[in-house]
């Protein structure tokens, strides 16, 4: 399974916009980057998932360069809400039997 | 809508004891199945993960066992728990890898 590097913990404030790192250089080319959000004592929290360029959604966006070796997670304009432990993943890209493994992620602590 | 049911929420056991948790999913069919365990401030680690009935692998050498007598119900067991036993205790579902994992509300489970 390849390997996820990302920052233990990030510090921003309401309002800003903050960018979390990933890095996974040896993704394989069937993999997908999925990221989730976890509170605590709650199970994390799908919150998006690509393949390569950007994905977009209602929370948030999700950049991945051209060699995917690494990928950006965009949360815009955080709120007190959004703090909270991010995950990043990669996994097969089919209905296959391999399970997901969870890193230590990033603690993103958001300030009033 | 698929729904995911983990019980109990939270756990206080002696040592020795068994241990039995109960996680069920409603709403789908042949669901991937899953236990992780998350110390405190740790990451998730995998615990097992099944593709059928019957059918369970497992991650981790420990002292815990985990079954799926029926399509949508994943049962992680304990003959004799131990101190290092206790964490949060979460079961999750999916179709496959690539289609993002739905996390249960967890228990957890303090080994006395």
């Known amino acids: 399974l390849a390997k996820t590097t990302q920052p233990i913990s990030m510090d921003s404030y309401e309002g800003q916009e903050v960018n979390i790192t990933c890095s996974h250089n040896?993704?394989?080319?069937?993999?997908?980057i999925t990221w989730y959000q976890q509170f605590p004592s709650q199970g994390p929290r799908f919150i998006i998932q690509?393949?390569?360029t950007k994905v977009t959604n209602e929370v948030a966006s999700l950049f991945i360069p051209a060699d995917r070796k690494s990928s950006t997670l965009s949360l815009p304009r955080v709120s007190l809400s959004d703090t909270a432990v991010y995950y990043c993943?990669?996994?097969?890209?089919?209905?296959?039997?391999?399970?997901?493994?969870f890193g230590s992620g990033t603690r993103l602590q958001v300030q009033p | 809508s698929q729904t995911i049911h983990q019980w109990p929420a939270t756990l206080v056991q002696p040592v020795g004891s068994p241990l039995s948790l109960e996680c069920t999913v409603e709403?789908?069919?042949?669901?991937?199945l899953y236990w992780y365990r998350q110390a405190a401030g740790r990451g998730l680690q995998l615990l097992f993960y099944?593709?059928?009935?019957?059918?369970i692998s497992s991650e981790v050498p420990q002292n815990l066992s985990a079954s799926r007598p029926q399509d949508r119900q994943f049962i992680l067991s304990s003959k004799k728990l131990l101190l290092s036993d206790s964490g949060f205790y979460l079961c999750?579902?999916?179709?496959?890898?690539?289609?993002?994992?739905?996390f249960g509300s967890g228990t957890r489970l303090t080994v006395v």
């Open positions: 690509g393949y390569k």
């Open positions: 999750a579902w999916s179709k496959g890898s690539s289609y993002g994992y739905t």
């Open positions: 709403g789908t069919s042949n669901p991937n």
């Open positions: 099944s593709v059928g009935i019957g059918q």
């Open positions: 040896n993704i394989a080319t069937n993999d997908y």
């Open positions: 993943l990669v996994n097969l890209g089919d209905t296959g039997r391999r399970a997901l493994t």
